[in-house]
């Protein structure tokens, strides 16, 4: 696999459009490794590898311009919601297929073990269940969008 320079310049612009705050990308060619701190400029680093398995050559920061955050404001009631966060690094999906209704909708009752979403990671469908119950008040990612480990994806009243 190679890529050229314009192919980094799109994929660092489209990493720094996301929440996403670290990628690594590794072949037998080369090892990018991209790691982005909302609060200072952000580097990525490129390694190549030679095709021998050589010792690897001296890396090259490439800064990334970060974007910032998106911030969710929750309601005022939200100090005494519980939250539902991603177990790993993925795409978040509300339902289980497109055009087929959402697991959950904002006002459900989601009990214990219901399954509440999908972040699909490396191909593969990770149905997310809850692991506590109570009434659904807030959905904090938008269908599609990329998800971090331990990103809130919904607050639940617990009543």
Known sequence: MSIDFNQLRELLAAIAQ?????????SEEFELTVRKDPTRTSTASMELLPPTKTPPQPK???????????????????????????????????????????????????????????????KLMNEIEAEISGT???????????????QTLMRLDPN
């Open 18 to 26: 996301t929440d996403i705050t670290e990628f690594m990308l590794k």
């Open 60 to 122: 090259t920061d490439v800064p990334v311009t970060p974007t910032a955050p998106e911030v969710s404001v929750p309601s005022p009631g939200y100090k005494k919601w519980l939250e539902i966060t991603s177990p790993m690094v993925g795409t978040f999906y509300r339902a289980p297929a497109p055009g087929e209704p959402p697991f959950v909708e904002v006002g459900d009752k989601i009990s214990l073990g219901g399954t509440v979403c999908i972040i699909e990671a490396m």
């Open 136 to 150: 659904l008040m807030e959905i904090t990612v938008e269908n599609g969008q990329p998800v971090e480990f331990g």
